[in-house]
C-alpha cells in the first residue's frame, strides 16, 4: 500500500453557508502531490471526497482520481481522517483559548505590590 501523507489546508465551519467543510492536499508516496481536494458535507450521507475537477459541457470531470477501489477507500480514508484530526485540534484549541480568557493567569500567593 502507498504511503499517503495529508494536509488539511483550510477548514469551515458548517454554521456558513455552502457544503464544503474543507480542502486537503494529499502527496502519494513522497513522489506525487494534488492539490485542491474538497471535503464536502453531503446531506444524508456525510462527509465525502470530491477530487480537483474542471467543467466541462458535459458536467465536472475529475482531473485526476484513484483507479483501483482499494487505493479510493485508502485515500478517502486517510483525507477525512485528518479532516477530523485537524477538527479536534481546533475545537481543543478554541476551549484552551476561551479558558484564558476566563481564567487570567494567577497572581503569585502571598506577594504583595510594593508600596511606594
Do not use: W
Not at 502527496?27 to 474538497?38: A, E, L
Not at 483501483?68 to 476551549?95: G, P
Amino acid at each position: 500500500m502507498p504511503t499517503i501523507d495529508v494536509r488539511i489546508t483550510s477548514m469551515y465551519p458548517p454554521s456558513q453557508e455552502g457544503s464544503i467543510r474543507g480542502y486537503a492536499s494529499a502527496t502519494i508516496d513522497g513522489c506525487f502531490g494534488i492539490r485542491g481536494i474538497k471535503i464536502v458535507e453531503g446531506g444524508e450521507y456525510g462527509l465525502f471526497v470530491s477530487m480537483p475537477s474542471r467543467k466541462t459541457t458535459d458536467g465536472y470531470k475529475d482531473i485526476c482520481f484513484p483507479v483501483t477501489t482499494e487505493f479510493r477507500e485508502q485515500l478517502h480514508e486517510s483525507i477525512l481522517n485528518a479532516y477530523h484530526q485537524a477538527l479536534e485540534q481546533s475545537v481543543a484549541q478554541q476551549v484552551s483559548n476561551a479558558r484564558s480568557e476566563v481564567d487570567p493567569p494567577a497572581q503569585g500567593v502571598g506577594q504583595q505590590e510594593p508600596q511606594m
